[in-house]
């Protein structure tokens, strides 16, 4: 089974700072084949569905703002909010699509200082 | 505009069934692999099982493997959860979502409908 692990559990940042988000998987969720990692970022917001940020570790999804970014692979990815704002608040989920056996996160709450 | 609405959950004892539904809108529904996605009270997120648009593929995490079934109706535009022996543990919010990868299961969720809830208890 695929195992992702997040840290920290929960982050407070202020306004207009850096959020970073860790995953870790285990095994890798690179294909050599295609070279691409498979690898998804999820925000939910109080009461919402989650919703798709990321795609392939790196590749936003329409209409997500540019102050997200994913990064990282093979096993460790990181999920970056490069000026936070007051609706980032929300917990967010990696999630693994290597495997058929689909697998998530954790989770990170993130919240403002 | 694109659109799920599940139906179907509540309370129901241990040991016995109920069928969730998600009506599906605003897109080609059969061009699409569909899955449920689970997410216990204050509790993370679960994937629980992921059909093709053919139906031709269809996988289950292994916590409901044997009890629960996926379907879905293409001229209905609709997906189906069989949860047959329900635990307590299968207490959840139960979301029905879309594959942004195309008929086959490729498990990048890009349409989640609001979710309905599932509660086992005696």
């Known amino acids: 089974d695929f195992v992702m692990t997040q840290s920290p559990d929960s982050l407070a940042v202020s306004l207009g700072e850096r959020a970073t988000i860790n995953c870790k998987s285990s095994?890798?969720?690179?294909?050599?084949?295609?070279?691409?990692?498979?690898l998804a970022w999820y925000q939910q917001k109080p009461g919402q569905p989650p919703k798709l940020l990321i795609y392939?570790?790196?590749t936003r999804e329409s209409g997500v703002p540019d102050r997200f970014s994913g990064s990282g692979s093979g096993t460790d990815f990181t999920l970056t909010i490069s000026s936070l704002q007051a609706e980032d608040v929300a917990v967010y989920y990696c999630?693994?699509?290597?495997?058929?056996?689909?697998?998530f996160g954790g989770g990170t709450k993130v919240e403002i200082k | 505009e694109v659109q799920l609405v599940e139906s179907g959950g509540g309370l129901v004892q241990p040991g016995r069934s109920l069928r969730l539904s998600c009506a599906a809108s605003g897109f080609t529904f059969d061009d699409y692999a569909m899955h449920w996605v689970r997410q216990a009270p204050g509790k993370g997120l679960e994937w629980v099982s992921g059909i093709s648009g053919n139906s031709g593929n269809i996988d289950y995490a292994a916590s409901v493997k044997g009890r629960f079934t996926i379907s879905r109706d293409n001229a209905k535009n609709s997906l189906y959860l069989q949860m047959n022996s329900l635990r307590a543990e299968d207490t959840a919010l139960y979301y029905c979502a879309k594959d942004m990868t195309g008929l086959a299961l490729g498990g990048v969720f890009d349409i989640w409908g609001q979710g309905t809830m599932v509660t086992v208890s005696s």
């Open positions: 999630q693994q699509y290597y495997s058929t056996s689909l697998t």
């Open positions: 095994p890798s969720v690179l294909y050599s084949s295609n070279n691409k990692n498979y």
């Open positions: 392939w570790a790196s």
